[in-house]
C-alpha cells in the first residue's frame, strides 16, 4: 500500500478544525454538565483518570506511529497491526478493570471502582479504530477525520448531557468518553476502506516492535518526568502550593498544547513521505518552527508582561500568587513550543530509539531541577523547570537537527527576528503600564490598554523586520504557498 501524499496547509487546517472543535465542544459540555453534577462527580473522574491516562499512552504499543511513518505497508502488517491493537486493548481493559479495587482502596474512594469498570471498556473500543485513523493520517485525509471526530464528540457531549439530566450522576460523564470512543472507532472503520482479514504474522510484528517499542518507552519515560513536578510539590509542599503551581502550569500548557498536537499530527505523514530526503525535511522543519517562532513567541512573552493582571481578571484575588509562576513558566512554554514538535522529526525518520534516549537523558535533568528548585517553594521549582528546559532544549533540537542535516545556528537564523520582535514589544507592554497605565488602575483596564498595545507593537515589528516571513504566511493563509 502506496502512501498518498497530502498537503500540509490543508492538513494543518483540518487538524486544526478538528481540535478547536473537539475542545470547544468538551469546554460547553462541562460547563452545562458543571450546573447539573456536583463537584464530587468531576473530582471520582480526576481520580479514574489518572490510572486511564497512564494507560491510554501504551494502548496501541506505538503502532499507528508505525504505519504512518512506513513507505510501503503490507495488508499481512496491517492485519498484524490490527490483531495486536485488539489484543493489547482487551488485555489493557481487563487489566484496569481487575485492579480497580485495588486503585479505590489506594485513593480511600470506593465508587472509583465502578468508574474504572465502565473506563476499561474505552481501550478494546479504542484499539480496534486506531489502525484505521493511522491510515487515514497516512493518507492526509484529514477532513474525514475533522468531521469524523467532531461528529463523535458532539454525540459523547449530548449523550453526557441527556445522561446527567436523568440522574445519572457521575456516570454520565463516563458515557460521554465511552460514545464519543465508540463512534468514532465504528466512522474510521466506515471511511477507512480498509478491513482486516485474519492473517497474524510474528514476523511484521517483530518488525517494528524496535520503532514503537522505543516510541512507547518514550512516552512513558516522557509522562513520569512531566508529571515528577506535581508529585514532589503534593508531597512535600502540600496540596496549597500544587494548586497554585498547577493552575499557573495550566494557562502556559493549554495552548500550546493544542497548537503543537495540531502541527505534529498534520506534518507527520509529510515529514514521513520525504524520509528518505532528510535535507528537504530539514528545510521544511525550520518552516514549522518559524511558524510556531510567530505565534507563540508573542503569546508567551505577552502573557509574561501582563502575567499579573492577567491572573486577577481571568483567576481571581485568591490565586494572586500564580502570577510569579507564570513569570518562569510563560518562557518555558515558547521553549516547549519549539522542542515539543522534534519527536515528529524522529518518528518520520525512524529514529524512536534516539528519541527514547533523549527522553531518559532529560527526563534525570527536569526530576533534578525540581529536587534542586523544592526549598525555594513553587516558584523555586518554575525557576528551576525554567534553567531545566534551557539545557534539554538545546539537546533535544541538536540531536534531531543532526539527522536532516541542519545545525542549532540554522535554527536561530530561523528564529531570531520574531523571537526578538517579541521581546521588544514585552519590553514596551512593561515600559507602557509603568509610565502611562496609572499604578491604582483595575486589572480589567490594564489589560485592556496593555493587550492590544502589544499586539500593534509586535505586528508593527514584524511588518518591519520580517516582512518576508509575514508574507509568507499570508500565502499560507491564502494557500497560495
Given at each position: ?59 496501541d504499543m506505538g503502532t499507528s506511529a508505525a504505519v504512518i511513518q512506513r513507505s510501503e505497508l503490507s495488508n499481512e502488517l496491517l492485519d498484524t497491526v490490527f490483531w495486536s491493537n485488539v489484543l493489547f486493548g482487551v488485555l489493557l ?389
Open positions: 500500500m502506496t502512501r498518498k501524499s497530502g498537503s500540509a496547509i490543508s492538513n494543518f487546517q483540518w487538524a486544526a478544525a478538528a481540535q478547536i472543535g473537539r475542545v470547544g465542544l468538551s469546554l460547553i459540555g462541562i460547563t452545562i454538565l458543571a450546573r447539573i453534577l456536583p463537584t464530587s462527580d468531576f473530582g471520582l473522574l480526576a481520580m479514574a483518570t489518572i490510572v486511564t491516562n497512564f494507560a491510554s499512552i501504551i494502548r481493559g481487563g487489566i484496569v478493570a481487575l485492579t480497580s479495587p485495588l486503585t479505590a482502596r489506594a485513593f480511600h474512594e470506593p465508587a472509583i471502582q465502578p468508574l474504572l469498570m465502565y473506563l476499561s471498556l474505552a481501550f478494546p473500543l479504542g484499539s480496534s479504530g486506531a489502525p484505521h485513523l493511522a491510515l487515514l493520517e497516512r493518507g492526509s485525509r484529514f477532513r474525514s477525520i475533522a468531521i469524523i471526530e467532531i461528529f463523535s464528540t458532539t454525540c459523547g457531549v449530548v449523550t453526557g448531557v441527556v445522561a446527567a439530566m436523568h440522574g445519572a450522576g457521575v456516570v454520565s460523564l463516563v458515557l460521554q468518553t465511552l460514545i464519543g470512543t465508540a463512534l468514532s472507532s465504528i466512522l474510521f472503520w466506515a471511511v477507512s476502506g480498509w478491513r482486516p482479514t485474519g492473517h497474524w504474522s510474528r514476523a511484521e510484528l517483530l518488525g517494528i516492535l524496535g520503532f514503537s517499542g522505543n516510541l512507547v518507552g518514550f512516552n512513558i519515560i516522557n509522562y513520569f518526568s512531566r508529571n515528577a513536578d506535581g508529585m514532589l510539590i503534593g508531597r512535600v509542599l502540600g496540596p496549597v502550593e500544587l494548586g497554585v503551581y498547577n493552575i499557573a502550569y495550566r494557562i502556559m500548557l493549554f495552548p500550546l498544547q493544542n497548537l503543537t498536537f495540531v502541527l505534529n499530527r498534520a506534518f507527520l505523514p509529510i515529514f514521513s513521505g520525504q524520509q528518505h530526503n532528510p535535507a528537504l525535511i530539514g528545510r521544511n522543519y525550520l518552516r514549522v518552527l518559524q511558524f510556531i517562532c510567530v505565534i507563540t513567541a508573542p503569546m508567551m512573552f505577552g502573557l509574561w508582561s501582563v502575567r499579573e493582571p492577567f491572573v486577577l481578571v481571568v483567576l481571581g484575588e485568591k490565586w494572586r500568587a500564580s502570577s510569579p509562576i507564570i513569570g518562569w513558566l510563560a518562557p518555558t512554554g515558547f521553549l516547549q513550543s519549539v522542542v515539543s514538535t522534534t519527536g515528529t522529526v524522529l518518528i518520520a525518520t525512524g529514529k524512536t530509539w534516539l528519541m527514547r534516549n533523549l527522553g531518559m537523558v532529560c527526563a534525570v535533568i527536569y526530576v533534578l531541577s525540581f529536587v534542586i528548585g523544592l526549598p525555594n517553594g513553587a516558584v523555586g521549582v518554575a525557576r528551576a523547570y525554567f534553567a531545566a528546559n534551557l539545557v534539554t532544549s538545546a539537546i533535544y533540537l541538536h540531536y534531531t537537527l543532526a539527522q536532516v542535516d541542519r545545525r542549532l545556528i540554522d535554527v536561530a537564523a530561523t528564529l531570531w527576528r520574531p523571537l526578538l520582535a517579541a521581546m521588544i514589544m514585552s519590553a514596551l507592554i512593561v515600559a507602557t503600564g509603568n509610565l502611562i497605565v496609572p499604578a491604582d488602575a483595575s486589572a480589567v483596564l490594564k489589560l485592556v490598554c496593555l493587550v492590544p498595545v502589544g499586539a500593534v507593537i509586535y505586528c508593527v515589528l514584524l511588518m518591519v523586520g520580517a516582512r518576508d516571513i509575514v508574507a509568507e504566511m499570508r500565502a499560507v493563509i491564502l494557500k497560495k504557498a
